[in-house]
């Protein structure tokens, strides 16, 4: 599997994402996914809003985000069945603004996929968006899949065998957020400018649909369960997403 990230000039607020894409991209191969960040597809959406104060950033942390909980750093947050800092919100590269999460993905992941086919006319090909996330008890950001299409984003070896010639219950490989973090490890968290990355000869399955719920796990057979269990929090329900 290779990776290569691709440097860019700098994505601006409603600019056509399709057009940036295919002008720093020339050739994309059959059987290639194609990584591109989420704040670049967010600002295509034009999903940023104005620097905030402290209270009104809290109340839109709350009102992007299932399950908000304040913590010394951030505001630790479930948002579209994910664990997250701050809904995922983004103020460090939004020069002054707040470059919020694309509105939904999937759809876009989707849409992104249809389009980029037909430029450059393949038939086996990904689109993964991808983001910085945490892991527990670790140092430093991986990356995370918030969005694909056009893959099998899990890999399923319940069922099978293993090297001893015995049965695997419970094991699967979460295929989708280990290609994100490859290419957000290549594509960097500084000022490297590459929000594209194009992944080659991945072992992945091609698939015409998207299953959008099978990197889901049940919050009661989560193995982090217990620690959510007994915490005494609100929910915050978001109503109204529209901006």
């Given amino acids: 599997m290779q990776i290569k990230a691709i440097k860019t000039e700098i994505f601006k607020e409603n600019e056509d994402l399709i057009k940036f894409i295919s002008k720093h991209i020339k050739n994309i191969k059959e059987g290639s996914i194609l990584v591109i960040s989420s704040k670049i597809v967010a600002l295509s959406e034009g999903r940023v809003v104005s620097n905030l104060n402290i209270k009104a950033k809290e109340k839109l942390i709350k009102i992007e985000s299932d399950l908000a909980i304040k913590t010394k750093l951030v505001w630790f947050t479930i ?25 939904n993905s999937f759809d876009s992941a989707e849409l992104i996929l249809k389009k980029i086919k037909k ?13 910085s996330g945490i892991l527990p008890l670790r140092a430093g950001v991986i990356g995370v899949a918030i969005g694909y299409a056009g893959f099998q984003g899990v890999r399923d070896y319940q069922g099978m065998l293993d ?71 609100k929910k915050h329900k978001n109503n109204d997403k529209k901006k």
Wanted: aromatic share 6%; with cysteine; proline share 4%.
């Fill in 79 to 103: 948002k579209d069945d994910m664990v997250m800092a701050s809904a995922g919100i983004d103020e460090s590269n939004g020069n002054g603004r707040l470059i919020l999460l694309p509105k």
């Fill in 119 to 131: 430029i450059f006319k393949v038939k086996k090909l990904g689109i993964l968006i991808s983001d």
């Fill in 163 to 233: 090297i001893f010639r015995r049965n695997l219950e419970f094991s699967r490989t979460d295929v989708a957020d280990s290609l994100a973090t490859g290419a957000t490890f290549c594509m960097g968290e500084g000022n490297e400018r590459q929000p594209l990355a194009i992944i080659t000869d991945a072992p992945v399955i091609f698939k015409q649909k998207t299953d959008r719920k099978e990197l889901i796990m049940n919050k009661k057979q989560d193995i982090y369960a217990p620690l959510f269990k007994n915490l005494k929090v």
